[in-house]
């Protein structure tokens, strides 16, 4: 059974940084690309950030670029996303997520809220 569990949420003042870590069971994670993706009050979830399977590509939605990194482990079957010059506008609740044959796995979120 695959299993994301998101962590490392919280509150932050604008400027800040936060790192984001997602923990994975029941699947392959080195064969596995994962992505990040949010979603605010009101607003549909958006792609935040991608990583392949070895680490070697990312990619970005442009609000993120240069402050955001996506990274993982695989040895340790870990994602994470490195969140600096937070903006309130970056408050929302971030999931980790993957695809396997075809179905979309999605952890329960951690809570991202930049607020001074």
């Known amino acids: 059974q695959v299993q994301l569990v998101e962590s490392g949420g919280g509150l932050v003042q604008p400027g800040g940084s936060l790192r984001l870590s997602c923990t994975t069971s029941?699947?392959?994670?080195?064969?596995?690309?994962m992505s990040w993706f949010r979603q605010a009050p009101g607003k549909e979830r958006e792609l935040v950030a991608s990583i392949s399977s070895t680490g070697g590509v990312t990619n970005y939605a442009d609000s993120m670029k240069g402050r955001f990194t996506i990274s993982r482990d695989n040895a340790k079957s870990t994602l994470w996303l490195q969140m600096n010059s937070l903006e309130p506008e970056d408050t929302a609740l971030y999931y980790c997520?993957?695809?396997?044959?075809?179905?979309?796995?999605w952890g329960q979120g951690t809570q991202v809220t930049v607020s001074s």
């Open positions: 029941g699947l392959t994670f080195s064969s596995t690309a």
């Open positions: 997520n993957t695809v396997i044959l075809w179905r979309r796995y």
